[in-house]
């Protein structure tokens, strides 16, 4: 089951790839002059959120970056406190933000779980739950947490533990469907996952490296 599992989702994984346009073309100076609004909830570096729940944007690969933003240009990612910030921009202004935040660099920290809950967390994300149908996360996010950039899946490692834990409870529950592109998969990966597994993942992922 497992193999069939796996086999599928690198079919899908190849599939998007395939489908996907070439690389966004940013320019990270341009995105630079941008990005004073950003800042004030991002940060400086892009990694120093004014809240633990705001995403790190440093080092994330740009293809998704300019995704995500035209989701939420567009309201197909309702976030409210994005809310007319990005109004007026074009879709360049866009991807240079993109390139902009890609260009600095990642900021990691460290997991803060014993022994058992990171060992816990590490099969999780190596392995996937076979029983419970959940894939490696491994599989499209890299053995590093870096992401696919080709295929616009994200970095997730070094985002921060309460940031990771609201995404994936949003996808489990349905509240975030900005994976309607790629199948719904992290709706299905995330409905297998107690709020236990969840915390676990995300204490891990912010010290993966």
Avoid at 140 to 159: E, L, R, V
Avoid at 200 to 209: E, S, V
Wanted: aromatic fraction near 6%.
């Amino acid at each position: 089951m497992q193999v069939r599992t796996d086999l599928k989702l690198v079919a899908l994984i190849w599939a998007v790839v395939a489908a996907t346009q070439a690389f966004a073309a940013g320019d990270p100076a341009r995105g630079e002059a941008q990005v004073a609004a950003c800042s004030a909830c991002h940060g400086q570096d892009g990694a120093t959120g004014l809240d633990p729940t705001y995403p790190n944007l440093a080092g994330q690969n740009e293809a998704y970056l300019t995704g995500q933003l035209r989701m939420i240009q567009s309201n197909e990612r309702n976030i409210a406190l994005m809310a007319g910030q990005l109004t007026g921009k074009s879709d360049q202004d866009l991807q240079d933000l993109a390139a902009y935040y890609a260009a600095l660099p990642a900021k990691l920290s460290q997991a803060q779980g014993d022994d058992e809950q990171i060992a816990r967390a590490e099969k999780i994300y190596r392995g996937g739950i076979a029983s419970k149908g959940v894939a490696a996360c491994a599989a499209c996010h890299s053995p590093k947490g870096n992401g696919n950039a080709p295929a616009g899946f994200p970095a997730i490692s070094g985002q921060s533990s309460a940031y990771t834990i609201a995404q994936l409870t949003a996808y489990r529950e349905g509240l975030r469907t900005s994976d309607e592109a790629f199948g719904g998969m992290m709706r299905g990966v995330a409905q297998g996952l107690t709020d236990g597994e969840i915390a676990a993942l995300a204490d891990y992922l912010q010290g993966l490296n």
